[in-house]
């Protein structure tokens, strides 16, 4: 499932921050 | 290249370490002609897992954001649709607990940048594993 983000980076930056407990990677890039 | 380094970075590791407590957030973003939603939505699809979280970049805005915290100029992320410097190709960790998105435990990268290492997949998986608790 694909999310929109927001002006403020929501939902990424909550759902980043609910995940606390785990670590984490960031992949930025296009999709093509 | 940019689709390849998603998987080495992200799904392959997932596959490998989401049962040590890891998961994967990806932004998806407009940098080439090519990409928007629809072509988000398959590239998201091939690399969906129960640890994994997909956004697209609708406005485009989130790249650049990143760029400034990552300290790229515009001569190092040069793409044919911006003039300004977005982090793009872009791989970061973070340890568990409260951390700033924009403040990564470590990050790699596929642009012509020498301010991090760019993406090795052994590497990154080295640095990933570190951070989750030791297998059985």
Same mark, same amino acid.
């Given at each position: 499932m694909l999310h929109d983000l927001s002006a403020d980076f929501r939902p990424l930056s909550d759902d980043f921050a609910a995940?606390?407990?785990d670590a984490r990677v960031l992949i930025v890039?296009?999709?093509? | 290249?940019? =689709?390849? +380094?998603?998987?080495?970075? +992200?799904?392959? =590791? =997932? =596959?490998a370490l989401a049962d040590r407590g890891l998961r994967a957030f990806y932004v998806w973003t407009p940098v080439l002609a090519a990409d928007d939603r629809d072509a988000a939505v398959p590239a998201a699809g091939d690399r969906d897992h129960p640890a994994a979280r997909h956004y697209w970049d609708a406005d485009g805005a989130f790249a650049p954001a990143l760029a400034t915290p990552l300290d790229l100029t515009p001569a190092e992320t040069p793409t044919p649709r911006f003039p300004l410097a977005i982090a793009w190709d872009v791989y970061l960790?973070?340890?568990p607990g409260d951390h700033d998105l924009f403040a990564p435990a470590s990050w790699m990268h596929q642009l012509p940048t020498k301010k991090a290492p760019r993406l090795d997949a052994a590497a990154? !998986? !080295?640095s990933v594993e570190a951070l989750v608790p030791a297998g059985p």
């Open positions: 995940a606390r407990e890039t296009s999709p093509t | 290249m940019c =689709l390849e +380094g998603a998987s080495v970075a +992200g799904h392959d =590791l =997932l =596959l960790t973070y340890p990154f !998986r !080295r």
